[in-house]
Nanobody, 121 residues
């Protein structure tokens, strides 16, 4: 059974940093991505990465602040978040799918349980 387990969320002050981790039970998917969902808002794409060649894609709202990466040996995908803002507060989810990176959450079949990130002003 596929499992995606996120960790690394927490409470941080504006301007601070956090690193989220997503441990995959089976790295057999072509694409891994991070989404986030704030209260009352739709789930939105944050960043995605190709497991095979490492190509990355980042939402404009976090470009230059967030970086997605992978560690093949550890079967783990990371989201390094710097210069955090209060508007980054959300539950962050790791997701996986076959084929390429897309930004539509319904195109992802597998999801983690989510990890809360709260940025105080």
């Amino acid at each position: 059974q596929v499992q995606l387990v996120e960790s690394g969320g927490g409470l941080v002050q504006a301007g601070g940093s956090l690193r989220l981790s997503c441990a995959a039970s089976e790295p057999t998917f072509s694409t891994y991505a991070w989404f986030r969902q704030a209260p009352g808002k739709e789930r939105e794409f944050v960043a995605g990465i190709s497991w095979t060649d490492g190509s990355t894609y980042t939402a404009d709202s976090v470009k230059g602040r967030f970086t997605i990466s992978r560690d093949n040996a550890k079967k783990t995908v990371y989201l390094q978040m710097n210069i955090l803002k209060p508007e980054d507060t959300a539950v962050y989810y790791c997701a996986a799918r076959q084929f390429g990176v897309v930004r539509t959450p319904t195109r992802y079949l597998y999801w983690g349980q989510g990890t809360q990130v709260t940025v105080s002003s």
